[in-house]
């Protein structure tokens, strides 16, 4: 598909065909749950390789140490504070390399990647995005970073950020991922991408209740995230059961 134009590559980036694009936004509770998950792991390993004894908390809550509704958290983490939006950095840049140089073939590959793309992007711009202006919100990782290492550095590599995710505007232009992406989808090929759903999505309702820590309030910010997790479950599963029992003889 060499000859589309540019607003077209970069339409059939995010929105291959209807249903690619539909799987996307079905993927966004367990998306929301998974980038949370790898920021606070980075968190959690970062405290346990500086002899901390942290806990993971990878879920919406109210937090009585931070005093208000956050996404996740790491208890009792010492170390670089950074370390998840550094990591996140070169992860986004290593999938933007797959993205120039490479054209998997396989559906459910492809979706995976601009979905974990997607979830990469946004915590990293939703972390250093207010860093732009040098307006850092207090009690934030990146405030924090700008604290120890400089304000002028923090806003720095808040803009490297952003350009890095508005490279995508070039090099839409001469990337190779077009060349194999597949014929457009129907409603029965997404299994594959729904069990993977399900499974992420399953394991964040299960370990909404299996954490444990004093800070830890379940009021209404961590019901509406775990019930729209739970739909989110039950359509893929919904969707597993009823592609299956048609792919029966
Ligand atoms: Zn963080």
């Known amino acids: 598909m060499p000859n589309e134009s540019y607003g077209t590559k970069l339409l059939r980036f995010w929105v291959p065909d209807l249903w690619s ?16 998950f790898i920021h606070e792991g980075l ?28 996404n996740g958290a790491t208890m009792d983490s010492p170390g670089f504070i950074a370390m998840p939006q550094f990591v996140a950095f070169l992860l986004m840049v290593g ?6 140089f490479t054209s ?8 995976v990647l601009t979905w974990w793309y997607l979830g990469l992007a946004v915590d990293l711009l939703f972390n250093t995005g207010r860093g732009l202006v040098g307006a850092f919100k207090e009690g934030t990782d990146w405030a924090k970073f700008a604290a120890d290492a400089g304000s002028g550095l923090a806003v720095f590599l808040s803009w490297l950020v952003l350009l890095a995710f ?3 505007l070039v090099w839409i232009a001469f990337s190779r991922w077009h060349e194999n992406r597949p014929p457009a989808a129907g409603f029965f090929d997404f299994r594959p991408f729904a069990i993977f759903l399900a499974a992420v999505s399953l394991i964040a ?41 048609r792919s029966q003889p």
């Open 205 to 245: 309702v299960i370990l909404s209740f299996t954490v444990s820590h004093p800070a830890i309030v379940r009021n209404w910010w961590f019901w509406m995230i775990w019930i729209w997790q739970l739909a989110s479950l039950a359509w893929a599963v919904f969707y597993i059961v009823r592609v299956t029992a």
């Open 104 to 111: 998997p073939r396989s559906r459910f590959l492809r979706l």
């Open 43 to 70: 968190h959690w390993l970062t405290a346990q390789a500086s002899g901390g004894s942290p806990v993971l908390i990878p879920f919406a809550h109210f937090n009585t140490s931070f005093g208000r509704n956050i």
């Open 21 to 36: 694009g539909l799987w996307l936004l079905f993927g966004l509770a367990p998306l929301f749950f998974f980038e949370t």
């Open 95 to 100: 999938v933007i390399l797959l993205f120039v």
């Open 166 to 168: 508005l490279s995508q």
